[in-house]
């Protein structure tokens, strides 16, 4: 079974306005973290933020925020103010704890173009 | 600079030859993996090794065997090689012995782009 499910193949943004990628999981592991990453066209894997299971408040970095919902297994990804820069292919991924060997599991991707 | 860095960048090279693609990191992290991206991007583990042992072996052809000579490093090596095996392979590592509320995601390396023909 798939344990991360991106539905958004592709999305397009205008520039500086907001764009929400989707981003469901699933365990029954009660500790994992959750991740998002930036993979642009040069092909490098870059790291964007972090949720930890248990962590109480949504993570932010800057002009990302994970918008974490529990109950519902939903680790959506919110870039504010989208620039150019940000179009790239963004990857949810999932780490769970030993029974895993702290693998990082990945989702299939959404790919963001933002508009001039 | 700290970082993963892996060698080489891209690999072109005919069906039925052997290769190696070499990964070192200097963040000392006790654990490292390869990972493979397929022409659709998506990102499968193929291995991991923790303190120079082998923990995760997913199933791949045994034509692909990973070495490690210390924590630092993690080479993969690949006989006889077939047209799918056409990918970007990435290099990744992480600390794994750490508490449930820190970040222990993974550092990746700018990827391997082998080309078989």
């Known amino acids: 079974a798939q344990k991360i499910t991106q539905t958004q193949p592709g999305m397009f943004v205008q520039e500086k306005e907001a764009v929400t990628l989707d981003c469901t999981y699933d365990?029954?592991?009660?500790?994992?973290?959750l991740f998002w990453y930036k993979q642009p066209s040069s092909g490098e894997m870059i790291f964007l933020i972090y949720q930890g299971s248990y962590d109480q408040q949504n993570a932010t970095e800057g002009r990302y925020s994970l918008n974490f919902q529990k109950a519902r297994k939903s680790a959506n990804l919110v870039i504010s103010a989208s620039q150019l820069g940000d179009s790239a292919m963004y990857f949810c991924?999932?780490?769970?704890?030993?029974?895993?060997?702290?693998?990082?599991?990945f989702g299939a991707g959404t790919t963001v173009t933002v508009r001039a | 600079d700290t970082a993963v860095s892996q060698t080489p960048k891209y690999l072109v090279t005919q069906m039925g030859n052997d290769k190696s693609i070499k990964c070192e990191q200097n963040l000392g992290h006790d654990t490292m993996y390869w990972y493979k991206q397929d022409s659709k991007k998506f990102l499968k583990i193929m291995f991991s090794y923790n303190n120079k042992e082998l923990i995760i072996n997913e199933t791949v052809p045994n034509r692909f065997s990973p070495k490690s000579p210390d924590k630092a490093h993690l080479n993969l090596h690949i006989n006889s090689l077939e047209l799918g095996d056409s990918a970007v392979y990435f290099c990744?590592?992480?600390?794994?012995?750490?508490?449930?509320?820190?970040?222990?995601?993974?550092?990746f390396g700018s990827g391997t782009r082998l080309t078989v023909v």
């Open positions: 991924a999932m780490r769970e704890g030993p029974g895993s060997d702290y693998k990082l599991s």
């Open positions: 990744a590592s992480s600390q794994v012995h750490l508490g449930d509320r820190v970040n222990y995601g993974y550092t």
């Open positions: 365990t029954s592991d009660p500790s994992y973290g």
